[in-house]
Structures are given as structure tokens and as C-alpha cells.
T-cell receptor, first 110, second 114 residues
Framework: AQRVTQPEKLLSVFKGAPVELKCNYSYSGSPELFWYVQYSRQRLQLLLRHISRESIKGFTADLNKGETSFHLKKPFAQEEDSAMYYC????????????FGDGTTLTVKP | ETGVTQSPTHLIKTRGQQVTLRCSSQ?????VSWYQQALGQGPQFIFQ???????GRGNFPPRFSGLQFPNYSSELNVNALELDDSALYLC?????????????FGEGSRLTVL
């Protein structure tokens, strides 16, 4: 069975500090991993996916198959990064059937 | 290009009633997935529709059913509502069932069952 765990419900950092949002998963096949973000009063939207190996808004995430993790990192947090972040996993053929974690609320304090 | 739209945005029902939620997919998308998001939890996959056929289902009972129309819009129907069905229901569309690309979400329909 697929499972995604985000161990921190809440995470608070100061502006300019590094931030890491943790995501661990369990899946027997080859997973596709995603990070979604929901800003206040906005809809859920894709932030980044591991297959793209891209940096979006300064965020990066590396898939570590040995540790079954896909942590989201940013070296210098900004106040506009405050949002709810969800890690999600799908099979390598259908992103529509994703398993989501329960999310981490990130607050970046001035 | 229009995004994913859902209706209604909010509704209140009583136990035992039936509800229909609607979703218009993003222009050009032929695949719609439905998710249930209970308070404080992440979205949970209900089922997916691809070209008017159900294409996979999560761990939800048969009283959760759906439809997809030729224009790729979709409906989620829930019969015999229970208190635990109270949640935000999200619709997400994508280019194709075999897509590992981006899911585009609607703003959701918030259902309260009393």
C-alpha cells in the first residue's frame, strides 16, 4: 500500500533562515513524487515534481530512494512562502491517482 | 484557457440524503480525479474518470459514484450520506490518464452533513 508521511504538522522559521519540510513515503514500485502548495485563499497547486529536477521559487527536493524520503528545502525562507505544503506520491503512469500526506503548515516570521 | 471549476462551493445536507457535486475540467483535459479532504488531513483519492469511464478507485464504498460527460466535465454522487462524509471535495483534471504531469485542482465543494 502507498503511504506518505509528513511528520510535522506545523513548522515556523524566521525570514532568511533555511527551511526543510520532511516527507517520507512507502511504495513498492517506482514512485513519482510531488510537492503541492496551497497559499491562503488559493487552490492547491503543483510546486514541483522530482522527475523535473527543477527549482521552483527557490525550493528544491531530492528523491532519496534509500531513505524513502523527498524532503523540500529552501536555503533562505521568505514571508511569501508561508502556506500549507503537501507531499504526494503516484505510480509512474498516473499522477491523477495520487496519495497525499496530511500536510505541513509553514509560517515564515518577519 | 479556463481553469477547473466546481459547484456548489458550499452545501449542507442531512444524514441519509443524497448529494451531487459538479466539476468542469480545464480546457483540453480528458481526465478528472476526485478527492475527499477531511479537516486537518490531506486529499484522499476517491476515483478517476477517463473518457467517460471509471479508471481506478480508492478505498471508498459504492455509495460514492461518478460520471464523466462527453465534454469531460464530471459529477460526484454520494448516496445515503453519513456524518463522516463531511469534507472538502476536490476535483482535479489532467491531460491524460497516463500523465505524470501536473494536476490542476478546483477550489472544492465543502459538504457538511448534519
Amino acid at each position: 500500500a502507498q503511504r506518505v508521511t509528513q511528520p510535522e504538522k506545523l513548522l515556523s522559521v524566521f525570514k532568511g533562515a533555511p527551511v526543510e519540510l520532511k516527507c517520507n513515503y512507502s511504495y513498492s514500485g517506482s514512485p513519482e513524487l510531488f510537492w503541492y502548495v496551497q497559499y491562503s485563499r488559493q487552490r492547491l497547486q503543483l510546486l514541483l515534481r522530482h522527475i523535473s529536477r527543477e527549482s521552483i521559487k527557490g525550493f528544491t527536493a531530492d528523491l532519496n530512494k534509500g531513505e524513502t524520503s523527498f524532503h523540500l528545502k529552501k536555503p533562505f525562507a521568505q514571508e511569501e512562502d508561508s502556506a500549507m505544503y503537501y507531499c504526494a506520491l503516484s505510480s509512474n503512469t498516473n499522477a491523477g491517482k495520487s496519495t497525499f500526506g496530511d500536510g505541513t503548515t509553514l509560517t515564515v516570521k518577519p | 484557457e479556463t481553469g477547473v471549476t466546481q459547484s456548489p462551493t458550499h452545501l449542507i445536507k442531512t444524514r441519509g440524503q443524497q448529494v451531487t457535486l459538479r466539476c468542469s475540467s480545464q480546457s483540453g483535459h480528458n481526465t478528472v480525479s476526485w478527492y475527499q479532504q477531511a479537516l486537518g488531513q490531506g486529499p484522499q483519492f476517491i476515483f478517476q474518470y477517463y473518457r467517460e469511464e471509471e479508471n481506478g478507485r480508492g478505498n471508498f464504498p459504492p455509495r460514492f459514484s461518478g460520471l464523466q460527460f462527453p465534454n469531460y466535465s464530471s459529477e460526484l454522487n454520494v448516496n445515503a450520506l453519513e456524518l463522516d462524509d463531511s469534507a472538502l471535495y476536490l476535483c482535479a483534471s489532467s491531460w491524460d490518464q497516463l500523465s505524470t504531469g501536473e494536476l490542476f485542482f478546483g477550489e472544492g465543494s465543502r459538504l457538511t452533513v448534519l
